[in-house]
């Protein structure tokens, strides 16, 4: 009887870390953003250097791999891109709701510019559904990459988002132009 239980609890635990792997695996909808910087965005392109935007849910907590993979990207590309930090806030939400530890942590960065994206506007007009959707822009307005910068949910380390975005942003090429977005939905309430 004990070896009985002793297996169920075996296949219960095996079954939940399963379920587990595979929902951190489980890439968001990826954006199909505008080829080209959009005129409708209040965002302000770079015109002598590429833009970068990460879009973010504020109270995501698989974001915050994603505010730390940006933190190391940006020490890699000193002073050669702008970037921008687009946090989420519904409309009903109370004021200073999205200005959380992501908020905080974001705003640290050095280069890294933080704005608030009422009722998902800004991300409605990049097509980014995704917290943690990373676009490049280049200084003539063009999209060069798509995606996410983490290898999976909440997971940091080296991934094919952030070594892109370190090849490009240094002046070489990549071969990656679009990666996978982990993070949860743009436009929904967790709290």
Not at 53 to 82: D, K, Y
Request: glycine letters at 10%; proline letters at 4%; hydrophobic letters at 45%.
């Amino acid at each position: 009887m004990l070896a009985t239980a002793f297996l169920l609890w075996l296949l219960v635990v095996g079954a939940g870390l399963v379920k587990m792997w595979a929902y951190a695996q489980a890439p968001g909808p990826a954006a199909h953003a505008s080829a080209t910087w959009p005129l409708a965005t209040r965002l302000v392109r770079d015109t002598h250097r590429p833009t970068l935007l990460v879009f973010a849910h504020p109270q995501c907590p698989c974001s915050r791999a994603t505010i730390g993979e940006l933190a190391l990207l940006m020490t890699r590309a000193q002073n050669r891109v702008t970037a921008y930090v687009v946090f989420y806030r519904p409309l009903e939400a109370e004021a200073g709701w999205e200005q959380t530890d992501l908020w905080r942590s974001a705003a640290a960065i050095p280069g890294v510019h933080v704005a608030r994206d009422d009722n998902g506007a800004e991300a409605a007009v990049f097509d980014a559904a995704t917290s943690g959707q990373t676009l490049l822009y280049d200084a003539g307005g063009r999209l060069i990459f798509s995606g996410g910068i983490t290898g999976a949910r909440g997971h940091s380390g080296d991934n094919a988002g952030r070594s892109a975005l370190t090849a490009l942003l240094n002046g070489g090429r990549s071969v990656t132009s679009r990666t996978s977005v982990f993070g949860c939905l743009l436009g929904t309430r967790t709290e």
